[in-house]
């Protein structure tokens, strides 16, 4: 019981301890604000496209309360416990696969966050996002950089259910205008300060789970000062596209 009590104070406190999810988690955040505040942007229907935990999509419900969610993973535990914990009316989980989407023109905005990197047939997800789209429809993707930009402390990473490491920005940025996408804006992600946080928090979680949440608000701090690097460089992409 002591246990639970300090866990549910340590996330109420810094939130969920996982550096790469808060340094993607802030970057979409922004970006959506700023389709907000300077294009009163605001989806009736949105796809969030390999949902997983379902942070996203919770973070979407809050954002546009009058918009419908429909939230897709490949995960069907996954999607049953985002059901679980669902206090949204305006979001529907469904297990669905991304190459096989069945929808026409039917979502003002997609959201993808790290999931391409996974998919071997990504060619054919793009394209059923593109159809899924209605006219002007927006398309918001994440996906992690190849070659990275900085390898700081880390070397070389591979994750075992990635079929690629990443893409460099060329490669997105042509299989979105291959697919008749148009290009909004091109961000780079996990900047010099977030990727040294990443790395770091990588190599203590490794080594000593509990030192890394000791260490987490620190490296959390250190990922903030992200906005003073460059962001023509980072080891993540994050594009806004347009039907």
Request: aromatic share 14%.
């Amino acid at each position: 019981m002591t246990f639970k009590i300090l866990k549910e104070t340590y996330l109420n406190i810094f939130g969920i301890p996982h550096i790469g999810t808060r340094i993607r988690f802030n970057n979409i955040k922004s970006l959506i604000n700023e389709l907000i505040e300077n294009y009163r942007f605001l989806p009736k229907i949105i796809l969030d496209a390999g949902c997983g935990n379902g942070l996203y999509s919770f973070y979407l419900a809050r954002t546009f309360p009058n918009a419908k969610i429909i939230a897709i993973d490949i995960d069907e535990e996954q999607i049953e416990r985002n059901k679980d914990k669902n206090t949204f009316s305006n979001i529907e989980f469904i297990k669905a696969d991304l190459r096989k989407l069945d929808f026409n023109e039917q979502f003002n905005l997609i959201i993808c966050i790290d999931v391409l990197e996974h998919i071997v047939e990504d060619l054919k997800v793009i394209q059923n996002f593109y159809k899924s789209l209605s006219k002007n429809g927006l398309l918001i993707i994440h996906v992690p950089a190849f070659p990275r930009d900085y390898n700081i402390f880390v070397k070389e990473y591979h994750q075992k259910d990635h079929v690629r490491d990443g893409y460099s920005e060329y490669e997105i940025i042509n299989l979105l205008k291959y697919n008749k996408f148009k290009i909004c804006k091109v961000l780079r992600t996990f900047n010099f300060f977030g990727s040294l946080a990443w790395d770091l928090g990588f190599i203590v979680y490794n080594r000593n789970k509990y030192l890394f949440f000791v260490l987490f608000p620190f490296l959390l701090l250190l990922s903030k000062l992200d906005r003073f690097s460059s962001k023509k460089k980072g080891n993540g992409i994050l594009v806004l596209a347009k039907k």
